[in-house]
């Protein structure tokens, strides 16, 4: 027993491979072919060293030698993408994107029927050269990937691609004119900086499969709804033609979930209005419990502005939800007003309208009771919910 365990441990590789019950010999001839392969292709091969053709004049449009290759294809691939922060008051999303890059390198191509028609080869990404991937116009860009796990795919054709999983911040200008039922649009840019626009030609392509609705919808988060999400090319262009570059462009367009502003400031503003108006005009409190009411809605609504303008960027747009809680401000003041108003010119009426007596009169100074505070309160009330109503309106049209 102890010589089987000390024979297994110490027999020769080649006798493992060839161990029917572990590997078939198939897959000891693949190996040697594929160590043979990847000796052949670096042999002279120099990882520092970019395959890019340089021998252009970048001053020049693209295309004018009919002798040169095209221009250097770089490939962006976006196989996934996750929205996982808005932040507007520093106008900035973060989202999570799976990528993958194709690119050629015409030196890492080979005759496949040569080696037993082996047509790729994994290895790790620092063997060969690739293009440094560029975030353009970002705050930050983190790389999930361990350097030590970098791989790349190699084809005979000299086609090489990779996987990237990268978290990028992106400045995007919002506009928070409809908050909280508002609609944004937002880019990530990619570009290979280095390199003369004359020189590579930069693409960029998304999966299909994301967009299929049941993929789709994950894309987003809690608050914000992914609607669209394009991609193009556009070009940087200057006034020179050197500083002129490629950028692939992912578009993507999100619409928020206002249920947490309807349910935690709208409705809650709606009845705090609706409530302290009664409370303003309620018979038999005196003036300054009246009074009291209407400051502290005042507060209230003050208070809600504060925290909203928190959330929102300080740009020169009243959003929709600051105009309504604004607008229910104006009525409490109108009723503090009118309340004020009303009793002043009881004082100063009832005097004058009791020295001649007439119907007239008699009906006028009786209306200037609680007639005209009634009438004041079911004006007032019917602007709340007129107001409310209004806001709500938007949140059917956006559901729509």
């Given at each position: 027993?102890?010589?089987?365990?000390?024979?297994?441990?110490?027999?020769?590789?080649?006798?493992?491979?060839?161990?029917?019950?572990?590997?078939?010999?198939?897959?000891?001839?693949?190996?040697?072919?594929?160590?043979?392969?990847?000796?052949?292709?670096?042999?002279?091969?120099?990882?520092?060293?970019?395959?890019?053709?340089?021998?252009?004049?970048?001053?020049?449009?693209?295309?004018?030698?009919?002798?040169?290759?095209?221009?250097?294809?770089?490939?962006?691939?976006?196989?996934?993408?996750?929205?996982?922060?808005?932040?507007?008051?520093?106008?900035?999303?973060?989202?999570?994107?799976?990528?993958?890059?194709?690119?050629?390198?015409?030196?890492?191509?080979?005759?496949?029927?040569?080696?037993?028609?082996?047509?790729?080869?994994?290895?790790?990404?620092?063997?060969?050269?690739?293009?440094?991937?560029?975030?353009?116009?970002?705050?930050?860009?983190?790389?999930?990937?361990?350097?030590?796990?970098?791989?790349?795919?190699?084809?005979?054709?000299?086609?090489?691609?990779?996987?990237?999983?990268?978290?990028?911040?992106?400045?995007?200008?919002?506009?928070?004119?409809?908050?909280?039922?508002?609609?944004?649009?937002?880019?990530?840019?990619?570009?290979?900086?280095?390199f003369y626009r004359v020189q590579v030609d930069i693409l960029n392509e998304i999966y299909e499969e994301i967009m299929d609705e049941r993929i789709f919808k994950t894309m987003g988060n809690s608050?914000?709804?992914?609607?669209?999400?394009?991609?193009?090319?556009?070009?940087?262009?200057?006034?020179?033609?050197?500083?002129?570059?490629?950028?692939?462009?992912?578009?993507?367009?999100?619409?928020?979930?206002?249920?947490?502003?309807?349910?935690?400031?709208?409705?809650?503003?709606?009845?705090?209005?609706?409530?302290?108006?009664?409370?303003?005009?309620?018979?038999?409190?005196?003036?300054?419990?009246?009074?009291?009411?209407?400051?502290?809605?005042?507060?209230?609504?003050?208070?809600?502005?504060?925290?909203?303008?928190?959330?929102?960027?300080?740009?020169?747009?009243?959003?929709?939800?600051?105009?309504?809680?604004?607008?229910?401000?104006?009525?409490?003041?109108?009723?503090?007003?009118?309340?004020?108003?009303?009793?002043?010119?009881?004082?100063?009426?009832s005097p004058k309208l009791r020295k001649k007596k007439t119907a007239l009169r008699a009906q006028l100074e009786s209306f200037l009771g609680r007639p005209l505070e009634y009438t004041s309160a079911?004006?007032?009330?019917?602007?709340?919910?007129?107001?409310?109503?209004?806001?709500?309106?938007?949140?059917?049209?956006?559901?729509?």
């Amino acid at each position: 027993m102890i010589l089987a365990i000390f024979s297994a441990i110490f027999m020769p590789i080649d006798s493992f491979f060839f161990d029917p019950e572990l590997y078939v010999p198939k897959y000891k001839d693949f190996l040697d072919v594929q160590r043979n392969l990847t000796k052949h292709i670096f042999r002279d091969y120099d990882p520092t060293v970019s395959p890019v053709y340089t021998w252009v004049d970048v001053d020049l449009p693209i295309g004018y030698d009919n002798e040169a290759p095209k221009r250097y294809n770089y490939t962006i691939f976006l196989y996934y993408l996750k929205l996982v922060e808005v932040q507007e008051p520093q106008e900035k999303i973060s989202v999570v994107m799976e990528i993958m890059e194709y690119w050629y390198d015409a030196r890492l191509s080979w005759n496949a029927s040569a080696w037993q028609n082996t047509t790729m080869i994994y290895m790790k990404q620092d063997k060969v050269w690739s293009p440094t991937i560029s975030v353009f116009g970002v705050n930050d860009i983190v790389d999930f990937r361990d350097n030590d796990n970098r791989l790349i795919c190699i084809e005979n054709t000299g086609f090489i691609w990779d996987y990237v999983s990268v978290r990028v911040s992106a400045n995007c200008e919002m506009d928070v004119s409809r908050f909280p039922f508002d609609t944004q649009i937002c880019q990530i840019r990619f570009c290979l900086p280095i390199f003369y626009r004359v020189q590579v030609d930069i693409l960029n392509e998304i999966y299909e499969e994301i967009m299929d609705e049941r993929i789709f919808k994950t894309m987003g988060n809690s608050e914000w709804k992914l609607l669209n999400l394009t991609n193009r090319v556009e070009a940087l262009v200057y006034n020179d033609n050197m500083g002129t570059m490629d950028l692939a462009i992912f578009e993507i367009t999100i619409r928020r979930n206002p249920l947490y502003y309807i349910y935690m400031i709208v409705f809650p503003s709606f009845i705090i209005n609706f409530v302290s108006i009664v409370g303003v005009f309620l018979n038999g409190a005196d003036k300054m419990s009246r009074l009291n009411v209407g400051l502290t809605n005042i507060m209230t609504m003050t208070f809600i502005l504060g925290v909203m303008a928190d959330k929102i960027p300080r740009t020169g747009n009243i959003p929709l939800l600051g105009i309504y809680i604004i607008i229910n401000l104006v009525i409490m003041l109108i009723a503090i007003a009118i309340v004020t108003a009303i009793t002043e010119l009881r004082k100063w009426a009832s005097p004058k309208l009791r020295k001649k007596k007439t119907a007239l009169r008699a009906q006028l100074e009786s209306f200037l009771g609680r007639p005209l505070e009634y009438t004041s309160a079911i004006i007032l009330e019917l602007m709340t919910c007129a107001n409310f109503l209004v806001m709500v309106g938007f949140w059917f049209e956006d559901d729509s």
